[in-house]
């Protein structure tokens, strides 16, 4: 058999392989619910269409794009669990289009082996990592990257405004992704100058599409009549929640940087560094990226497994690509590649496996969703309150189509240290909505994050809002479950009822 033909063979054995992972994940997590965070974000967007107000009545501090994503979703593929899977799977099948488009001048099989190992690698980390900003944000920067390739690679300036758009979006997620959208504009600047090519045209459709994402959410602001509530919120809430729950840095790298990928990433290091002379301009770029995934993961120092999505997605990316280009030579690149191929197709099944096991605890939305049934369920409405970290509580108010009674989020904005400015700011806010409309029903969650305090002793935090409890509300139940994994807390709430 020739030299030719095993290469072929061995890269029809790869397709097949990671195609079979990719449609074991699929069958195995069609059913996963709409939990955590983005459960959490489509009941606020739930409360939206019920009369509350972003910034101005919901205490929130979540940039305004996702919202309009998780309302799009939800007013365009339905409400519910299995509309939000469909969505996240949308992602991943544009994540993988975007990675074959890059690298279809090297070669099209490894922007499938990079997208099908970023697929499995978001898909090991559950359901609760379902359609996170970070993801749409790794996904949209990829979608700009390819398009600034394409209109590149094939002088067609008008792909540009499409680069604009997918570049610009992700700020209206989080604020950092300014930093790599403005050094795409200044690559693509420097790639036109040195390839003495007119600048101003390339600017004006790639600033045209900037305009789009920033321009509509500007006009969400502008219709709810919060602009001016969202730039105080965020000027007073965010400093404070930057403080919360940081890790070290060196935490976060070992966070970042783990076997899986970063045993990939040290072979793509070292084969461009043994082929440092055929470096190009769109491998440089892909390193930007790398980069701007790591400091933004860093920069957040929450060490939250989404956060690491943007990191990895260029990291699989740029490796691949420097696989593609080791392969077309002889020598220890190409024997350095091919270890690297097929230690990705090792941890490909690897990556399957965990997510074919993940599940989300539903015990706690269980216990409170019976509890509240009892309590009344559906007359609750308008009339219920949850004060907790926990985003579980907001996803059994959504599925049970509950309005809260405020616009309160998360409980550590009224039980954090005085001293900080946002901690006034809320328990002023909350307390005006609290008094206008007291609730019948009151979920207190068992922890103040990110502390290992003991149980409620939070409320002592706050006096005031403990005596108002203790005088005017009964307490109906408290629930306690056990942690889902060693080495974590366990959790609970409990249940006042007002007397």
């Known amino acids: 058999m020739t030299n030719g033909k ?45 009369g509350f107000a972003p910034y101005r009545s919901l205490i ?20 519910g669990s299995l509309p939000w899977r469909v969505f996240d799977l949308l992602l991943i099948s544009v994540a993988m289009a975007a990675m074959i488009c890059i690298a279809r001048i090297y070669d099209w099989l490894y922007g499938f082996f ?23 944000l790794a996904v949209l920067f990829l979608c700009a990257c390819a398009f600034l390739f394409e209109a590149l690679r094939r002088d067609k300036k008008w792909l540009l405004f499409f680069f604009g758009l997918c570049s610009a979006a992700p700020i209206t997620y989080k604020p950092q992704a300014l930093l790599l959208t403005l050094f795409l504009l200044a690559a693509l600047g420097w790639h036109l100058r040195s390839h003495q090519k007119p600048f101003l045209s390339a600017a004006t459709f790639s600033v045209a599409g900037m305009a789009v994402p920033i ?14 509530a969202f730039v105080v919120t965020e000027r007073t809430l965010l400093p404070y929640y930057a403080t919360l729950g940081r890790h070290s840095v060196l935490s976060l790298l070992r966070l970042l940087l783990v076997s899986s990928i970063g045993a990939l990433l040290l072979l793509g290091v070292v084969i461009a560094l043994l082929r440092r002379s055929q470096w190009n301009w769109e491998r440089t770029v892909l390193v930007a990226a790398i980069l701007f995934g790591a400091a933004s993961d860093i920069a957040q120092g929450k060490g939250f497994l989404y956060h690491r999505y943007p990191f990895a997605a260029f990291a699989l990316l740029w490796v691949a690509l420097e696989f593609a280009a080791a392969t077309r030579v002889a020598g220890i690149p190409r024997k350095l590649a091919y270890v690297g191929l097929l230690y990705g197709a090792i941890i490909a099944g690897i990556f399957t496996s965990r997510a074919s096991h993940r599940t989300w605890d539903e015990t706690y939305n269980q216990a409170l969703r019976l509890d509240l049934i009892s309590l009344g369920g559906s007359s609750l409405s308008g009339s219920v309150q949850c004060i907790t970290m926990s985003p ?4 059994t108010l959504y ?5 809260q009674s405020t616009g309160l989020v998360y409980d550590y904005y009224i039980f954090g240290p005085n001293k900080y400015p946002a901690i006034a700011y809320v328990r002023h806010r909350f307390w005006n909505q609290f008094i206008d409309n ?42 306690s479950f056990p942690p889902p994994k060693p080495g974590l807390l366990g959790y609970g709430y409990r249940i006042y009822v007002l007397r």
């Open 6 to 50: 095993q290469i072929t063979i061995a890269r029809t054995l790869l397709v097949i392989w990671l195609a079979a992972c990719l449609g074991i994940f699929l069958v195995r997590s069609i059913h996963w619910p709409q939990v955590n965070d983005p459960a959490q974000i489509s009941y606020l967007c739930f409360l939206m269409d019920h």
């Open 60 to 79: 929130e501090m979540n940039m305004p794009g996702i919202y309009l994503t998780n309302w799009s979703v939800a007013h365009l593929l339905g409400v």
């Open 114 to 136: 990079a997208a099908a190992l970023f697929a499995l690698f978001h898909g090991q980390d559950g359901p609760a990592q379902l359609g996170q900003r970070d993801f749409i």
């Open 215 to 228: 321009l509509l959410v500007l006009g969400f602001l502008l219709e709810k009549h919060a602009l001016l």
């Open 392 to 395: 579980d509580c907001a996803t």
């Open 399 to 403: 599925r049970l189509h509950l309005l």
């Open 438 to 479: 007291r609730p019948r029903v009151i979920i207190l969650g068992r922890w103040l994050y990110p502390e290992r305090a003991d149980d409620y002793s939070k409320l002592n935090r706050w006096p005031a809002f403990r005596d108002e409890l203790n005088q005017h509300y009964a307490l109906y139940t408290e629930r």
